[in-house]
């Protein structure tokens, strides 16, 4: 399934309420997969993704088990050019209305797969700790239920206005620093 079926897909099953709900959001949590600090089965971060029962696993031929396996190539894109070519990884991001980038859907997606295995990214949630930096340029971008800013309010004035506006180009950079940090202890846990 081509990328733009697949968004085309996802927006036809919000009343599922997949995570992904734009192909931002998917190549956000994605690449917190990929990046992130243990390896997860795919059923167990692909299902919530786009909300199919473990048993479309097993179905060939079906729109799920197509939308699976453009999940899955999308998986190995990311893991590839971090891998081979990290000076080239790009993230997904929209536009605005008014032509600015919009980190946030694409944030809010690494938010969610940070979810699913929260308590693995504590080194990384701990403000006291100089990694923390490494989460910024996402976490600035990422609301709560209710629609708060993650972080607390911004500081006002116009230096924040100016590092919220450009703090998505950190973000490739910052990807791959996560990356680079978690691997001793990832890899030394998958042998």
Known sequence: MPLDELEAWLKARAKQHPVATSL????GYVAAIVAG?????????????LAVDVDAFNHGGTSEFAAISAVALRHNDISN????????????????????VDARP????????????LSAWAPLLDISSIQHGLLLPILLHCVDGQGRP??????????????????????????????????????????
């Open 106 to 117: 694409w944030c809010q997606g690494f938010h969610a797969a940070m979810r699913l295995r």
């Open 81 to 100: 050019v971090l891998s081979t070519a990290p000076h080239q990884f790009a993230p997904a991001h929209g536009r605005k209305p008014n032509g600015d």
């Open 24 to 27: 931002p959001v998917l190549d």
């Open 150 to 191: 993650l972080l607390g309010p911004p500081r006002t004035g116009g230096e924040t206005e100016k590092f919220l506006r450009n703090a998505h180009a950190d973000i490739p950079d910052v990807v791959e620093a996560m990356r680079q940090y978690w691997m001793p202890t990832r890899y030394a846990r998958a042998r």
């Open 37 to 49: 600090p243990v390896s997860i089965s795919p059923p167990d971060w692909i299902c919530p993704l």
